[in-house]
């Protein structure tokens, strides 16, 4: 028998698994502290509590899932924007060195994307391009099972190519940025309910609401044809909690994607599916790292 632990760091709650011989045994969930200490500490401590009773010698070690751009050697923390206290942080050496577990680190998105490579939405598929949703938009790519990192580490970042040059500012200083349309920061402009909120009324026929996600699907499509046209990918997985929407938002999106990709080959056989492994197939990609 052999175990590893899978850790997702988010923005407010850290979730964790624990996969014995690659399949699912339990998993955990608490909120995020906001210091450096405090996250490490909490790491560790739920660390110590899902594996408790399991001899060392079982355990093949931890992965970690962090919302942030990695060095090309990933090992160091870059500059987490909703994480400040975690920059330039040495994560993994600082938990592998007082648990003396061997313990990798990566993207939570290319996390999220190589769960669903391997156990998800995209098996057995060659290239699998991940996308979630929520207060911004994350982008991961798989190859045959492997996170493309790109040359210098930072491969993936899909939220921040410009799908209109005089769009609107976004928080990373440029302007246009996909993440501004076909993200949480779209439903805010359009409306003072929260997403969910407008996606229930929506599935129960407002036409005001459905219109708020024809126009999400349709920017979404924009972007995903890009994407498409760059990557050629067999499947997109879409995940996050505005994916929660399934058909309101892929629906618009695929007709926007058949309207514009220039390969009649890639329009016709590209599939857009939602993620299928749920709020835990970070942590499950975080575990994978060590297989």
Wanted: net charge positive.
């Amino acid at each position: 028998m052999k175990y590893s632990v899978g850790i997702d760091i988010g923005k407010t709650k850290i979730n964790f698994i624990l996969l014995r011989n690659w399949r699912f045994v339990k998993g955990q969930k608490v909120f995020t502290p906001r210091s450096r200490k405090q996250i490490i500490r909490t790491i560790e401590d739920n660390v110590k509590n899902i594996i408790n009773n399991i001899p060392k010698r079982d355990i093949l070690g931890i992965g970690l899932g962090i919302p942030s751009p990695l060095n090309k050697k990933g090992d160091l923390v870059l500059n987490p924007p909703n994480l400040r206290s975690l920059k330039n942080c040495p994560l993994a050496k600082i938990i592998e060195k007082d648990l003396k577990i061997k313990t990798r680190m990566e993207n939570d998105v290319n996390c999220f994307t190589l769960a669903e490579a391997v156990l998800g939405a995209g098996k057995k598929e060659e290239i699998v391009l991940g996308i979630t949703l929520g207060s911004g938009i994350g982008g991961g790519i798989v190859i045959n099972n492997e996170i493309y990192r790109g040359a210098f580490g930072s491969a993936g970042e899909v939220g921040h190519m410009t799908i209109k040059a005089d769009g609107y500012k976004c928080s990373c200083g440029n302007q246009g940025c996909f993440e501004e349309y076909a993200s949480e920061k779209f439903f805010k402009r359009k409306s003072k309910l929260l997403p969910e909120e407008i996606e229930r009324k929506a599935k129960k026929g407002d036409r005001k609401s459905k219109k708020i996600y024809e126009e999400f699907g349709q920017n979404l499509g924009i972007g995903l044809t890009n994407l498409i046209n760059i990557l050629d990918p067999n499947v997109i997985v879409i995940g996050g909690s505005i994916a929660k929407a399934g058909s309101l938002i892929i629906n618009p999106a695929k007709k926007e994607v058949k309207k514009r990709v220039l390969s009649p080959q890639s329009r016709k056989s590209v599939k857009i599916k939602v993620a299928k492994l749920g709020e835990f197939s970070g942590a499950v990609g975080a575990a994978l790292l060590l297989k």
